[in-house]
């Protein structure tokens, strides 16, 4: 029983940790523009732009709808390089994104 409330006490201090580092890495990014590669999971976010001065950006990323003024959240980013799990629009749709697709995306935080 005094294994199970120590546990107990351990995941709830953790879960404080989690959210005060949250709120402190959102305050410190809102207004900041930043590209959604480099974006921290589980903060939101709205899409402001393209880099696409060479015009080699992939087409894929505006038809799957990640339109300019979009709100999104990263949900999940893949180790290794691997792609982000993001979640944007009003229906809450989900794709998974490449970082080579995600690095023309310009996108900024927002409060919550």
């Known amino acids: 029983m005094e294994v199970?409330?120590?546990?107990?006490?351990?995941?709830?201090?953790?879960?404080?940790?989690k959210t005060n580092y949250?709120?402190?890495?959102?305050i410190n990014l809102?207004?900041?523009m930043d590209?959604?590669?480099?974006?921290?999971?589980?903060?939101?976010?709205r899409i402001k732009g393209y880099?696409?001065?060479?015009f080699i950006m992939s087409n894929k990323i505006i038809e799957m709808g990640?339109?300019?003024e979009t709100d999104f959240v990263i949900l999940h980013k893949a180790p290794f390089g691997g792609p982000l799990y993001v979640?944007?629009?009003?229906?809450k749709?989900?794709?998974?994104?490449?970082?080579?697709?995600?690095?023309?995306?310009?996108?900024e935080s927002i409060e919550c």
């Open 30 to 32: 809102v207004g900041k």
């Open 35 to 45: 590209r959604l590669c480099d974006f921290p999971n589980l903060v939101k976010g």
């Open 66 to 68: 990640l339109l300019p």
């Open 93 to 107: 749709t989900r794709v998974a994104l490449r970082l080579e697709e995600a690095k023309f995306v310009f996108v």
């Open 51 to 54: 880099d696409n001065n060479e």
């Open 22 to 26: 949250l709120c402190c890495f959102k």
């Open 87 to 91: 979640e944007f629009g009003v229906e």
């Open 4 to 17: 199970e409330a120590v546990l107990k006490i351990y995941k709830i201090y953790l879960d404080s940790i």
